[in-house]
């Protein structure tokens, strides 16, 4: 990972020493509970508590020196980089970083399947570069520069999930990261609480060509229409993926893989060929992320066989659409980390082709949605019927809505006030049942699933 002595990142930061210059650091931390030893710890300001209480701590877990800007009690042999503001310190440090490591970076951005497009470019690059990932989510103005802080030496492509949720973000992560290549996946109504529109969202997503490389590469997909806007901006090279549209990458003959086997078989068709992929991630939306990442990974160098390889072997990411198969052929699919209503409908859709006795949506509450939350939750909630989901539960106080609209469609509907009280859906199961777990982080429905998991092995 990142790494150098105390005097250069507190040059890097226009920062004063307070201790020994002299001693090394590798990598950086914002937790002092996440101190390993040996790191920077950032003494960051924050709404519920400051990371200048925290201090002594980090040092006495080892971190090489603590960030601060304001007077704290240590021990004489501590030492500090004294700064103006930690946050932009952090930022400078990143920026003098990213002038070396990693080699190339590619950032990713879209309103869904950004994590899963990243795992998978990750692994299909990782058959030809030594690859970087940012860890979990870390994609954000926090996250982020720790992620690339821990990059290790040597790296040559660093594949960054780039996220935002207010106008403005994107734009200062990626001149942060300066990306040599920018991948769009698409442009949803999500985090609606900021902005007044789709399209102003696709605005703040194309913030990311602000930090691209003079000469950088475009990724985009050729099946959104915002894409398409904002991506055709690109003065440079611009590749494109799709199913629907003409595209320079495509899947053609998209198909369920046969029982019990989860996930799509298709031909891969590109500018160099095409090549027979059976994915392992179930759905059509992880198709079109295949696709994104393939497009990536073919204009980097890797092989078409290569890059099928890492899409028959790669994993879902933690609840984002898991399958677990549970005693008495019961399915528990995963997508508890988050929602809004496009990603909702599109899970839903993806469910529906599994084999199933009956059809649960255990739903919750998709956040951040604005004035129109109450009419998304009651579409989702129709479309869920429609598509034979009954019961059909609703769990938050949005998905009241959500089992409303469910309810008037003609399907069993319940609705629970949170995860601890849909708990009782466990002991409702029955052999051969199918149930989708999807809802936003806020409602927690992870720990529905530990307890439908607990139900019986998983597999």
Request: with cysteine.
């Amino acid at each position: 990972m990142a790494q150098g002595s105390v005097d250069d990142a507190a040059a890097a930061m226009e920062g004063r020493v307070i201790g020994d210059p002299s001693r090394l650091w590798s990598g950086a931390a914002l937790d002092s509970r996440q101190v390993g030893g040996g790191e920077l710890f950032f003494a960051l300001p924050g709404e519920r508590s400051d990371g200048h209480r925290f201090v002594a701590q980090a040092l006495e877990r080892g971190a090489a020196a603590a960030v601060v800007h304001e007077d704290v009690e240590v021990p004489p042999e501590a030492t500090l980089i004294r700064v103006d503001d930690t946050f932009e310190a952090l930022h400078a440090l990143v920026r003098s970083v990213r002038s070396r490591l990693p080699e190339k970076l590619v950032g990713v951005t879209g309103s869904a399947g950004k994590t899963t497009t990243k795992e998978l470019l990750a692994a299909m690059l990782g058959r030809r570069y030594k690859v970087a990932r940012n860890p979990g989510n870390l994609n954000n103005l926090y996250g982020f520069p720790l992620a690339l802080l821990g990059v290790e030496e040597g790296t040559e492509w660093m594949v960054a999930e780039m996220g935002m949720s207010t106008p403005g973000e994107l734009g200062k992560i990626s001149r942060l990261g300066r990306p040599d290549v920018a991948l769009f996946t698409n442009v949803r109504p999500v985090h609606l609480e900021f902005f007044d529109s789709v399209a102003a969202i696709a605005e703040a997503k194309a913030e990311l060509l602000e930090g691209l490389a003079e000469h950088g590469l475009v990724i985009a997909n050729a099946d959104d229409p915002e894409v398409v806007r904002i991506a055709g901006r690109h003065p440079g090279r611009l590749v494109w993926y799709g199913i629907e549209q003409p595209a320079d990458y495509r899947a053609c003959g998209v198909e369920p893989l046969p029982p019990p086997a989860v996930g799509s078989r298709l031909t891969l068709e590109t500018p160099r060929g095409s090549v027979e992929v059976e994915l392992a991630l179930y759905g059509r939306f992880n198709v079109e992320n295949f696709l994104a990442a393939a497009a990536c990974a073919g204009e980097l160098g890797v092989e078409l066989a290569e890059i099928a390889a890492a899409a028959s072997e790669i994993e879902a990411a933690a609840q984002r659409g898991q399958v677990h198969r549970l005693a008495g052929d019961i399915v528990i699919i995963d997508e508890s980390y988050n929602s809004n209503p496009d990603a909702c409908r599109r899970a839903l859709t993806a469910a529906r082709e599994l084999p199933a006795r009956r059809r649960w949506a255990v739903l919750g509450d998709m956040l951040e949605l604005g004035p129109s939350a109450a009419v998304y939750h009651r579409e989702v909630g129709a479309y869920a019927a429609e598509l034979g989901f009954s019961p059909t539960i609703g769990v938050g106080e949005l998905a009241r809505e959500l089992v409303d609209g469910a309810a008037a469609a003609g399907v069993e509907a319940s609705w629970y006030r949170d995860a601890a009280a849909a708990e009782e859906v466990v002991d409702r199961l029955e052999p051969g049942d199918l149930v989708l777990v999807k809802g936003s982080r806020g409602i927690a429905l992870e720990r529905l699933v530990a307890r439908l998991l607990e139900r019986g092995g998983s597999s």
